[in-house]
């Protein structure tokens, strides 16, 4: 993914999905999405909305470096 593209309820279902992504991670069948940055993995994230965007864009709070986009539902 790319920081122009977006994430859709369809994406975010088939992560969930496919279980945890958490590299070294055995665990399966887990059915939440959790997002963090990869550049820090224990940082917290900010996740903000700019009025009228219908995008919600997820950060590292650390270095602020984005991790996602994700496109809100009408």
Avoid: W
């Amino acid at each position: 993914m790319n920081a122009t593209s977006t994430l859709t309820k369809l994406q975010l279902d088939l992560m969930a999905a496919h279980g945890c992504q958490t590299p070294g991670c055995k665990h399966e069948g887990h059915d939440t999405v959790f997002l963090h940055g990869r550049c820090h993995l224990h940082a917290h994230v900010e996740v903000s909305y700019k009025r009228g965007s219908g995008i919600l864009n997820v950060a590292c709070l650390e270095c602020h470096k984005l991790i996602c986009r994700i496109r809100v539902a009408e």
